[in-house]
């Protein structure tokens, strides 16, 4: 493994996994909901009417906060090596996974493995998982 020591950026990317635990245990306090983007946005598009500006507020800082960002340095280049439709495929199956785990890696992987969720900490073990073997399999097995 080659680690690109110039593009390396541990403080960057230390304040912003505390930014993230830190919007997550707002979310939390102050609205007593766990901040699993997946289940945000899904209540979103349900019929149901409870929390819905906290929670498309929280959803809309997502976008917002690159914005902020700009201001301050300039966003990383986004590459997609393998075009749009495996990028569309991916998404498709992340979305299934979502659903069928009842939740994503921002609520078994950030919310729930920090209030000690035996179900979460099984779900965070999954795909973290199916993603390492799916790394090797296309760096290591199929490109080779």
Known sequence: MIIDWINFTPWKSLA???LIGLAAGLF?????????ISGLLGSLLSRDHEGRSEKAAFLLGLFIAPLIWLLFTPLPVIEFQNGWLSLLLAGLLVGLGTRYGS????GHGVCGLSRLSLRSMVATLSFMTAGFVTV???RHLLEG
């Open 103 to 106: 939740g994503c890696t921002s």
């Open 16 to 18: 912003g996994g505390a």
């Open 28 to 36: 939390v306090v102050l609205n007593g909901r766990v901040a699993g």
């Open 136 to 138: 090797f399999v296309v």
